[in-house]
C-alpha cells in the first residue's frame, strides 16, 4: 500500500463522541487525501491537503475537520460523530509529479 | 451527481472471456483514470489516458477515451479469477484544483473458474 497506513483499521463509536482518524506516509507526497465509502456511492472526497497546514474542502465536508501539522500525518475528525458517518474511510496520497493517487487499507468506522 | 459513472453495475463472466466496463462523466476533463479494488481492500492504480489520448494499453488493460462523447471503455482481456474486483474511473477535472479525482460508483466484476 505504497507507505500508508491508517488507524485505527476498525472503530466502532457512540452517536456524538468524537472521532479522530490518522493517516500516516512515509513517502513525503505533498498531497494527501481522505475520502468515504458508501454503497451507492463511489468514493467521494472528504477533505485534501496541499501541504502542511494548507487543507481544503471536498465534496463532503460538513461534519468533519482536518489537520496536517506535518507532512506524514493527516488527521480526519468527526467532531461530534453521526450514524450517517458509519462508512469506510480511505486515505490517498500524491506526490504532486505523478497523476495517480497511492491508496492506504482504509477505516472501517461504525457509529452507534 | 457523480461526475465518472460506470456501467453495467456488475459484471459476471468466465475465466478467458474478455471484460468491458464503461465510465461516462460530465465536466472537461485533464486525465482519466481507472483503479481497481479488491474486496476489503484499498484502491490500486491501473492505467490514466490523458485527454489528447484515443486509446492506451497496459498488459492485458486496454483504455479509449472519447472526449467528444465524455466516454471512456476498460477492456480486460483474457480474464483470470484474480481479476475479480470493483473498478472505478476516476476523472481529473479541469475546473479543479490538486490533483483531485472524482470517482464514480463501481463495476463489480466477477471472473468464474
Known sequence: DAGITQSPRHKVTETGTPVTLRCHQTENHRYMYWYRQDPGHGLRLIHYSYGVKDTDKGEVSDGYSVSRSKTEDFLLTLESATSSQTSVYFCAINSGRALEQYFGPGTRLTVT | ?113
Request: net charge neutral.
Open chain 2, 1 to 113: 451527481s457523480q461526475q465518472g459513472e460506470e456501467d453495467p453495475q456488475a459484471l459476471s463472466i468466465q475465466e478467458g472471456e474478455n471484460a468491458t466496463m464503461n465510465c461516462s462523466y460530465k465536466t472537461s476533463i485533464n486525465n482519466l483514470q481507472w483503479y481497481r479494488q479488491n474486496s476489503g481492500r484499498g484502491l490500486v492504480h491501473l492505467i490514466l489516458i490523458r485527454s489528447n489520448e484515443r486509446e492506451k494499453h497496459s498488459g492485458r488493460l486496454r483504455v479509449t477515451l472519447d472526449t467528444s462523447k465524455k466516454s471512456s471503455s476498460l477492456l480486460i482481456t483474457a480474464s483470470r479469477a484474480a481479476d475479480t474486483a470493483s473498478y472505478f474511473c476516476a476523472t481529473d477535472g479541469r475546473e479543479t484544483s490538486g490533483s483531485r479525482l472524482t470517482f464514480g460508483e463501481g463495476t463489480q466484476l466477477t471472473v468464474n473458474p
